[in-house]
DNA sequence: CTTGATGCAAAATATTTGCATGCTC
DNA sequence: GAGCATGCAAATATTTTGCATCAAG
């Protein structure tokens, strides 16, 4: 995992390179990713930078704002699927794809090599500059699938 | 392609089994989605449904509603990146996935085998019983790449 | 100081829900 | 006929925007 004050550093040299001002919410909301795991909806960060700081106000606008940012620049991701809407998680972590729970809705990591591999290779086929690609696959965790056979006997 | 009497008869055996009722809404927006190809919003779809069949009222509301209801069951997928929010299709079709370009938002199909295979590997490995998956790349298409070296010129 | 950023509130969108009425079954 | 489905409008939820003010550079 990358560290904090590399992508910190990113956030004040991108910034600095598209003449933007580098402000405390927007280190907020970078921050808010960063040290909590998860993926969160643009309101569960709001609520996280409350709690973190609560003598900085922070608009929800501002939150919107300043994901767009990030994404645009790589920093962050979203990943949206069903009812849960779009969640945003820290960027530039080691590559990775999900595993989706559609029952506790659990998001799991991975990476496999032979994917990877593979997208290059659809890129190429269909002349595609390949910038990023996610995938998702949905289906019932270990531990969601034990409390359903539970349930089921009733 | 899956035939479209194949769909409508999987609506109904579905709607029976569930004990609910095969309305023309329903079957609008079914048709709908298997009658145009591409990848569609809520909005559009009941947009479609206008047009085709203006002698039939459907609310957006219905609409959404038997789009969660298709959706549910397997008829229909959606899809979601970017701004462009939720998006709708068939289900049922051969199995696919999608590259979609950021700058013009054209979705192109495929398929990669060896993705598909290493994907239930991926399952097996985290004891995760798969039902779905998606995957997509995003990037800039051919078409794109092209105009934008004319624009770049200037 | 200059210019972009922010908060706030309002506006624009998107989605869901309650309810009287209409249609399947 | 019984009960689910629908349209409509209202209620929510989600995102975006305008603008006066604030703060980074």
Redesign the pocket.
């Known amino acids: 995992m990358v560290e904090y004050s590399f992508l910190l550093d990113e956030l004040k040299r991108i ?2 390179e598209k ?8 280190e907020q909301v970078l921050k808010a990713l960063y040290h909590n795991e998860g993926h969160f ?3 569960e960060i709001h609520r996280l930078i409350q709690a973190e700081s609560p003598e ?7 939150v ?3 994901l ?1 940012l990030l994404e645009e620049e790589g920093l962050a991701e979203s990943i949206s699927f069903g ?1 849960a ?2 969640r945003y998680e820290i960027g530039m972590k080691k590559h990775h794809d999900h595993l989706i729970c559609t029952r506790c809705g659990k998001i799991i990591e991975f990476v496999d090599e032979v994917i990877e591999e593979r997208q290059e290779a659809v890129g190429e086929r269909f002349e595609f500059t390949i910038t990023d690609h996610t995938m998702k696959i949905l289906g019932i965790c270990k531990e969601c699938r034990e409390t359903m056979n539970i349930q089921e006997h009733s």
Do not use: D, M
């Open positions: 910034l600095k003449q933007l001002k580098f402000t405390r919410q927007r909806s643009p309101e900085l106000k922070v608009g929800i606008a501002t919107y704002r300043t767009a009812k809407g779009k």
